[in-house]
């Protein structure tokens, strides 16, 4: 901290203090004053002018030079207001209350921020255990059914559940910046759908669900990111089929409805994906989105990450679409992703 540079930042107070002076000297010059007096007063004022400005300037420079000593002698240097011994002034006290909010919200962000890898750590272990059933799978049936055709040996449906996995993967890495690699135009909600299920065509038929899709053409245009929708879409399938009743054929209607206008929405169109599975316990509705939260059903036997619907909210939101969830224990859930009728992107 230079005093040549703490003046300039100040130079308003000398232009004022010459300004006295001056009209002083002037004053005496009119009362025919003696000019050893004016040359006196002028002394003086201009002395108490840079006197003054010096001690400030020693002030504030002990003040930060303080601050910077005990910072520099710690590893976690935004904890050093804690230590720090501040004058008994205005100016310190805001500072020191200045640097306190800052010192909390760093201690937040970074509380966050390993939350944030906790939670990924613990998505990796999950997501290792569950594509190693696949694999394992898959080597099962190339060692027992090495007479048998490819095609009709079920591997297919295993590298599925190991591209599904990936996929995900794949998505939740790129979660956090969605906005540099999206594209918003028209889409064709009902070629989406149909490509979705299709994709998933094998593993439905095996399980023997009937599936029901209808008035999937909307009224007004939907503008979204086409591939984004699919992965939620996809996402929302994969449940309905991981969450079906064993004893009971997994039944899946898939349609839009149409909505009016409200508080939030200016009219549009919500997807709504119905199924007849176990459902979710009404205690558990309002975390089905939070990332992690497997529930009851996902700690029954069925392999659950937590992350397929935390990553479809998550991506609605970005896509300035809206996400909501319906559902009865033992009679099924119905997942409804809202389009508005003029998204704000």
Same mark, same amino acid.
């Given at each position: 901290?230079? =005093?040549?540079?703490?003046?300039?930042?100040?130079?308003?107070?000398?232009?004022?203090?010459? =300004?006295?002076?001056?009209?002083?000297?002037?004053?005496?010059?009119?009362v025919?004053?003696?000019?050893?007096?004016?040359?006196?007063i002028?002394?003086?004022a201009?002395?108490?002018? =840079?006197l003054?400005?010096?001690?400030?300037?020693?002030?504030?420079?002990?003040?930060?030079?303080?601050?910077?000593?005990?910072?520099?002698?710690?590893?976690?240097?935004?904890?050093?207001?804690?230590?720090?011994?501040?004058?008994?002034?205005?100016?310190?006290?805001?500072?020191?209350?200045?640097?306190?909010?800052?010192?909390?919200?760093?201690?937040?962000?970074?509380?966050?921020?390993?939350?944030? +890898?906790?939670?990924?750590?613990?998505?990796?272990?999950?997501?290792v255990?569950?594509?190693?059933?696949p694999?394992?799978?898959?080597?099962m049936?190339?060692?027992?059914?090495?007479?048998?055709?490819?095609?009709?040996?079920?591997?297919?449906?295993?590298?599925?559940?190991?591209e599904?996995?990936?996929?995900?993967?794949?998505?939740?890495?790129?979660?956090?910046?969605v906005?540099?690699?999206y594209?918003?135009?028209? !889409?064709?909600?009902?070629?989406?759908?149909?490509?979705?299920v299709?994709?998933?065509?094998?593993?439905?038929?095996?399980?023997?669900?009937?599936?029901?899709?209808?008035?999937?053409?909307?009224?007004?245009?939907?503008?979204?990111?086409?591939?984004? +929708?699919?992965?939620?879409?996809?996402?929302?399938?994969?449940?309905?089929?991981?969450?079906?009743?064993?004893?009971?054929?997994?039944?899946?209607? !898939?349609?839009?409805?149409?909505?009016?206008?409200?508080?939030?929405?200016?009219?549009?169109?919500?997807?709504v994906?119905?199924?007849?599975? +176990?459902?979710?316990?009404?205690?558990?509705?309002?975390?089905?989105?939070?990332?992690?939260?497997t529930?009851?059903?996902?700690?029954s036997?069925?392999?659950?990450t937590?992350?397929?619907?935390?990553?479809?909210?998550?991506?609605?939101?970005?896509?300035?679409h809206?996400?909501?969830?319906?559902?009865?224990?033992?009679?099924?859930?119905?997942?409804? !992703?809202?389009?508005?009728?003029?998204?704000?992107?």
């Amino acid at each position: 901290m230079k =005093f040549s540079r703490y003046v300039k930042e100040h130079i308003l107070w000398v232009v004022l203090a010459i =300004f006295l002076v001056i009209t002083t000297d002037i004053l005496l010059m009119t009362v025919r004053g003696s000019l050893h007096a004016a040359l006196y007063i002028t002394g003086v004022a201009l002395l108490c002018c =840079f006197l003054g400005m010096y001690l400030e300037y020693r002030k504030s420079r002990r003040l930060f030079e303080e601050v910077k000593s005990k910072q520099d002698l710690m590893d976690k240097k935004y904890l050093a207001v804690e230590v720090a011994e501040f004058p008994e002034s205005q100016e310190a006290e805001m500072l020191k209350d200045i640097l306190k909010q800052s010192e909390i919200a760093m201690t937040d962000h970074v509380a966050a921020y390993r939350r944030d +890898i906790e939670y990924y750590k613990d998505y990796i272990e999950t997501w290792v255990h569950e594509i190693k059933i696949p694999i394992s799978t898959s080597r099962m049936i190339l060692e027992n059914h090495k007479e048998v055709p490819l095609a009709q040996s079920g591997i297919d449906a295993e590298i599925d559940r190991i591209e599904g996995y990936v996929e995900q993967a794949l998505y939740y890495a790129k979660s956090t910046e969605v906005e540099k690699d999206y594209f918003i135009k028209e !889409i064709d909600i009902k070629a989406i759908v149909m490509q979705e299920v299709k994709k998933r065509k094998k593993s439905l038929i095996a399980m023997k669900a009937v599936m029901d899709l209808h008035d999937l053409t909307p009224v007004e245009k939907i503008k979204s990111d086409g591939k984004w +929708i699919a992965f939620i879409i996809g996402q929302i399938l994969e449940n309905s089929m991981k969450y079906a009743k064993k004893e009971e054929a997994l039944k899946l209607s !898939i349609y839009l409805e149409e909505y009016g206008n409200d508080e939030r929405r200016e009219g549009g169109c919500a997807l709504v994906i119905r199924d007849n599975g +176990i459902g979710i316990k009404n205690a558990e509705l309002g975390r089905v989105f939070d990332k992690g939260f497997t529930g009851s059903n996902g700690r029954s036997g069925r392999a659950s990450t937590g992350i397929g619907l935390y990553l479809c909210k998550k991506l609605c939101r970005r896509l300035q679409h809206d996400i909501c969830i319906e559902s009865r224990e033992g009679e099924g859930t119905a997942v409804k !992703i809202l389009f508005s009728a003029k998204p704000e992107l």
